[in-house]
């Protein structure tokens, strides 16, 4: 049984930073790919980020590109999210989402093409 849990979401004033954990657990760490994703009320779940783990090659959404950093812990099975210089327009739950493939190359900025999800964490930044 695959489980994420997020952790490290909070209140932060604007042009502050917040650093997202994801600890990931119940199968093996090779071909995988795993997200970042935000949902903020009355919007689409948004792609945030994406780290494929074997190579730890790293992908961004326009909105957070030069601001939101993701990186990995192989040791740990843990995928980070660090956000400097936030918005406000950042609010949002921000969810953790991971998906095998037969391939080291996959990664999706689509929510629908990941299975496993995490229950989110709050991040609120204020002005």
């Known amino acids: 049984q695959v489980q994420l849990v997020e952790s490290g979401g909070g209140l932060v004033q604007a042009g502050g930073s917040l650093r997202l954990s994801c600890a990931a657990s119940?199968?093996?760490?090779?071909?995988?790919?795993l997200a970042w994703f935000r949902q903020a009320p009355g919007k689409d779940r948004e792609f945030v980020a994406a780290?494929?783990?074997?190579?730890?090659?790293?992908y961004y959404g326009d909105s957070v590109k030069g601001r939101f950093t993701i990186s990995r812990d192989n040791a740990k099975n843990t995928v980070y999210l660090q956000m400097n210089s936030l918005k406000p327009e950042d609010t949002a739950v921000y969810y953790c989402?991971?998906?095998?493939?037969?391939?080291?190359?996959?990664?999706?900025?689509?929510?629908?093409?990941?299975?496993?999800w995490g229950q989110g964490t709050q991040v609120t930044v204020s002005s």
């Open positions: 989402a991971a998906e095998w493939t037969y391939g080291s190359s996959w990664y999706s900025r689509q929510a629908y093409a990941y299975n496993h």
């Open positions: 119940g199968r093996t760490f090779s071909n995988v790919a």
């Open positions: 780290i494929r783990w074997s190579g730890g090659y790293t």
